[in-house]
């Protein structure tokens, strides 16, 4: 059996921390970017990621976007959640609730097993 640790894929469920964020309150890129960074580490969030998941929610409807030029800095990009985000941000609460079941099923399963296996 490989001991090598697999190679974490940037989580589906990306989309669905970003709208909870978002729906908490607007953020431009890079403020969502921290955030995320810092309330779900684990997450271990990229801003290639991040920004590509940005543009496909705008796109999709979920989420609205506006230029911020009332800073001294250059222009940035706000977001905010839409209705549709809202529904999204639903979608995904019952997605992960059932990804939950199916995991703890998965480790009730295995604990039974490993309890056969010391038997023997």
Do not use: C
Request: hydrophobic share 40%; net charge positive; proline share 4%.
């Amino acid at each position: 059996m490989s001991t090598t640790k697999p190679v974490r894929q940037q989580s589906r469920h990306l989309p669905a921390f970003m709208l909870l964020l978002l729906a908490e309150a607007p953020l431009h890129g890079g403020a969502l970017m921290a955030t995320l960074n810092e309330r779900f580490p684990a997450l271990k969030a990229d801003s290639a990621a991040v920004y590509r998941a940005l543009q496909q929610m705008e796109k999709d409807g979920e989420l609205v976007s506006e230029w911020d030029t009332s800073g001294k800095g250059p222009a940035i990009r706000v977001y905010r959640i839409s209705e549709a985000g809202r529904k999204k941000l639903s979608f995904w609460q019952q997605d992960v609730q059932e990804r939950i079941s199916s995991l703890q099923d998965f480790l009730r399963a295995y604990d039974a097993l490993t309890k056969r296996e010391k038997k023997m």
